[in-house]
């Protein structure tokens, strides 16, 4: 029986999986680069409106009420495997602003659930950061994200981590957790400029892409509602995502993988 890789696409805060869904056309991207994709809902108190994620340092009623979200996650993936051939060596995680911040929480303490963590205009947590084992990173930033500057901008106002206090910080970070060389690879194209770091270990990938003149939105993609920012379309974060899951090398998967204290 032939295996596909997943990808866990992660919605925004308040939004829902249909919504995500919509918003990346990732359903077609998905079937092109023949590859599974679930976008599960967070929680709310209003059925499919107002859903958030517990990402540590964020956000809504989930964080408040101390939802076990990674947890959630790693148990999702293990069901699916069960149901569907899922290719376990090929699991990515994948998340837009909030859920971009899951994503990066999931790689900072379970590693072991996924193989690949992207994370699409979130700000990374300010909490312990400990992986266990190297991962594929890829990120994306907006020149233009009003929101990704003032979540930065509080972070050093409270002398939050460097990780946590921009773009750039997020990537060095992982790209020293990774084992990569000290230098990136920098492509300058229209509309976009992508930071690749090098000699990393296990063969893993680590990037960061900054869209130039993009705010709070899906590179590329579909407004999550009728007043959203419009994307940038110098980028599309959808195929750049699935382009990385190809080349990006698997891993041997820990089921559940061990969950680290956030001190």
């Known amino acids: 029986t032939r295996h596909y890789p997943l990808l866990v696409l992660l919605h925004g805060h308040g ?3 249909a919504t995500i869904l919509h918003q990346t056309k990732m359903e077609a991207v998905a079937d092109r680069y023949h590859f599974i994709v679930a976008s599960p809902n967070g929680t709310g108190k209003f059925g499919r409106l107002g859903l958030t994620w517990n990402a540590g340092t964020c956000c809504g009623s989930a964080q408040a009420k101390h939802v ?5 996650l790693a148990t999702l993936i293990d069901t699916l495997a069960a149901v569907l051939p899922v290719d376990r060596a090929r699991v990515t995680i994948a ?3 909030a859920g971009g911040m ?3 929480r999931v790689a900072c303490d379970r590693s072991g659930v996924a193989s690949i963590y992207v994370n699409v205009q979130g700000t ?3 909490t312990t950061c400990r992986p266990s084992r ?3 990173m890829l990120l994306f930033a907006g020149d233009d994200d009003e929101d990704m500057q003032e979540e930065h901008a509080e972070n050093r106002r409270h002398h939050g981590r460097a990780f946590s206090t921009s773009a750039m910080g997020t ?3 992982w790209a020293r957790r990774n084992g990569c060389d000290s230098t990136f690879t920098v492509l300058r194209a229209e509309g976009h400029t992508d930071y690749r770091a090098t000699g990393c270990a296990a063969g893993t990938e680590t990037e960061l892409v900054t869209v130039h003149d993009h705010p709070h939105a899906w590179p590329g993609g579909h407004r999550s509602w009728w007043f959203a920012p419009k994307p940038s379309t110098s980028v599309d974060a959808s195929l750049t995502i699935a382009e990385f899951m190809a080349t990006a090398p698997a891993s041997t998967p820990i089921s559940g993988d061990v969950r680290r204290r956030q001190n």
């Open 15 to 17: 939004n829902n999986g």
């Open 102 to 104: 899951l994503a990066l």
């Open 171 to 173: 990537l060095r970070f």
């Open 68 to 72: 076990d979200d990674e947890g959630f």
């Open 124 to 126: 990374m947590p300010d």
């Open 95 to 97: 998340g837009f602003s």
């Open 134 to 136: 190297p991962v594929s």
